[in-house]
T-cell receptor, first 113, second 113 residues
């Protein structure tokens, strides 16, 4: 069974204090790993897709990296507007016609001015 | 407006009543999904649809019914609502096949009394 574990569950940072969020996963074969941002009362918003170990993607203050067992979302010099819950999800190679995507519970990030 | 919309945004109903949640997307995406999001759980797939008139069960389908007569619409019906179905429901869509990111609607917060 595919599993996604995110840590920490919650993270409080001062503005400008860089940190990383972790996503550990177990899948039979990785087809893709996704990062989403979710603001309170809204649907998840897509950030990145990573396909293979060693891959990295960046967007503004966010950088996502991938290894064979985990992914990190690095946040550099965060601002209060980066406060949100960050979700990690994986899609396995053996999904076939069923696009099963397994989501983690998320990390709730709060950035304090 | 382009995108994916859900209605209603909030709904309160009573145990045993039938409730239908609506989802509409304007991208002509082949795939559409219904998820529920509860505290302590990641997003869990209820049903998905690969195309008009093609639907299949996800992880937690019991008590729910879906239909997809048109590509753009994917309603979710709770035939006889139970308190355990109190949740936030998200509709999503994406292009056919591959590890493509999903695009989520704003969600419907359903309370079953």
């Amino acid at each position: 069974e595919d599993q996604v574990t995110q840590s920490p569950e919650a993270l409080r940072l001062q503005e400008g204090e860089s940190s990383s969020l972790n996503c550990s996963y177990t899948v039979s074969g990785l087809r893709g790993l996704f990062w989403y941002r979710q603001d309170p009362g809204k649907g998840p918003e897509f950030l990145f897709t990573l396909y293979s170990a060693g891959e990295e993607k960046e967007k503004e203050r966010l950088k996502a990296t991938l290894t064979k067992k985990e992914s990190f979302l690095h946040i550099t010099a965060p601002k209060p507007e980066d406060s949100a819950t960050y979700l990690c999800a994986v899609q396995a190679l053996n999904s076939g016609g069923y696009q099963k995507v397994t989501f983690g519970i998320g990390t709730k990030l709060q950035v304090i001015p | 407006d382009a995108g994916i919309t859900q209605s209603p945004r909030y709904k309160i109903t009573e145990t045993g009543r039938q409730v239908t949640l609506m989802c509409h997307q304007t991208w002509s995406h082949s795939y559409m999904f219904w998820y529920r999001q509860d505290l302590g759980h990641g997003l869990r797939l209820i049903y998905y649809s690969a195309a008009a008139d093609i639907t299949d069960k996800g992880e937690v389908p019991d008590g729910y019914v879906v239909s997809r007569s048109k590509t753009e619409n994917f309603p979710l019906t709770l035939e006889s609502a139970t308190r355990s179905q109190t949740s936030v429901y998200f509709c999503a869509s994406n292009l056919a096949g591959g590890p493509n990111e999903q695009f989520f609607g704003p969600g419907t917060r359903l309370t079953v009394l």
